[in-house]
T-cell receptor
Framework: AQKITQTQPGMFVQEKEAVTLDCTYDTSDPSYGLFWYKQPSSGEMIFLIYQGSYDQQNATEGRYSLNFQKARKSANLVISASQLGDSAMYFCAMREGTQGGSEKLVFGKGTKLTVNP | DGGITQSPKYLFRKEGQNVTLSCEQNLNHDAMYWYRQDPGQGLRLIYYSQIVNDFQKGDIAEGYSVSREKKESFPLTVTSAQKNPTAFYLC???????????FGQGTRLTVV
């Protein structure tokens, strides 16, 4: 069974608007971490934001915020004020396992975001 | 500069040959990973290692082998048993716990 599900293969947004990229996860472990990465066409992986399963508040990093809904097992990425440079693939990932235990890190299939001028 | 280095960037292999992809990090990270990425697809976990001399199979380990003799190094061998090896391979490392993983620049392997 898929551990990380990203249901949007592609998304389009107008420059300066906000966009939400969906991510749902599946785990029975009470301790886990959720990550979002950006992959431009160059292929490099750029870390954006992290949310721990015990964190009470949603994570924010500049224009990126993570809408963490634990009961729904969702960890959506919100990008505010989109820029042309935001056009890229976006991947949701989960570190599964007890902190200090398993370090297995799995990724979703990704969402291709295109920002239109 | 600290970082994670993959080499080579491009690699061509004849069918039936084994090939080894290099991954070295000087970040003092305990955990290291190998992922495979096919065009337009996500990253699929091949192998990962949390400590020296120990590694675990990921979701698509068949046809691949790894070693972790040193903390800094986690080479991946693509064997002739891997039926469709042409792909983009990414290596990553991280400290134990909830920290980001750092990625190398990737190796694009093509079977000719």
């Amino acid at each position: 069974a898929q551990k990380i599900t990203q249901t949007q293969p592609g998304m389009f947004v107008q420059e300066k608007e906000a966009v939400t990229l969906d991510c749902t996860y599946d785990t029975s472990d009470p301790s886990y971490g959720l990550f979002w990465y950006k992959q431009p066409s160059s292929g490099e992986m750029i870390f954006l934001i992290y949310q721990g399963s015990y964190d009470q508040q949603n994570a924010t990093e500049g224009r990126y915020s993570l809408n963490f809904q634990k009961a729904r097992k969702s960890a959506n990425l919100v990008i505010s004020a989109s820029q042309l440079g935001d056009s890229a693939m976006y991947f949701c990932a989960m570190r599964e396992g007890t902190q200090g235990g398993s370090e297995k890190l799995v990724f979703g299939k990704g969402t291709k975001l295109t920002v239109n001028p | 500069d600290g970082g994670i280095t993959q080499s080579p960037k491009y690699l061509f292999r004849k069918e039936g040959q084994n090939v080894t992809l290099s991954c070295e990090q000087n970040l003092n990270h305990d955990a290291m990973y190998w992922y495979r990425q096919d065009p337009g697809q996500g990253l699929r976990l091949i192998y990962y290692s949390q400590i020296v001399n120990d590694f675990q199979k990921g979701d698509i380990a068949e046809g691949y082998s790894v070693s972790r003799e040193k903390k800094e190094s986690f080479p991946l061998t693509v064997t002739s048993a891997q039926k469709n090896p042409t792909a983009f391979y990414l290596c990553a490392s991280k400290t134990v716990g909830d920290t980001e993983a750092f990625f190398g620049q990737g190796t694009r392997l093509t079977v000719v």
